[in-house]
């Protein structure tokens, strides 16, 4: 059974920093590209950072040069350095996994930025 948990959502600053993490379980995920996506009241979810197993990253437009994503393969997590936060980042962040064209998702957590 595959789980993906999140954790270190909260209230940030606009302009300060959030760390979240996704522990997956289940599976050996190395082999596929790992994502976190975001959902803001009354918007649809939106992509917004890849990590794949080779070691590269993507980025919506709209988060570039603020967030980093990275993963541990051995650790089997995927955090997401979240750095310059702005009120439009407040949601819901979701890790997301793509397994042979079944998604697997965590339950969330909730992202708000506001002074």
């Known amino acids: 059974q595959v789980q993906l948990v999140e954790s270190g959502g909260g209230l940030a600053q606009p302009g300060g920093s959030l760390r979240l993490s996704c522990a997956a379980s289940?599976?050996?995920?190395?082999?596929?590209?790992m994502n976190w996506y975001r959902q803001a009241p009354g918007k649809q979810r939106e992509l917004v950072a890849t990590?794949?197993?080779?070691?590269?990253?993507n980025y919506a437009d709209s988060v570039k040069g603020r967030f980093t994503v990275t993963r541990d393969n051995a650790k089997a997590t995927l955090s997401l350095q979240m750095n310059s936060l702005k009120p439009e980042d407040t949601a819901v962040y979701y890790c997301?996994?793509?397994?042979?064209?079944?998604?697997?998702w965590g339950q969330g957590t909730q992202v708000t930025v506001s002074s």
């Open positions: 997301n996994v793509r397994v042979q064209l079944l998604d697997f």
């Open positions: 289940g599976i050996d995920f190395s082999p596929y590209p």
């Open positions: 990590g794949t197993s080779g070691g590269s990253t």
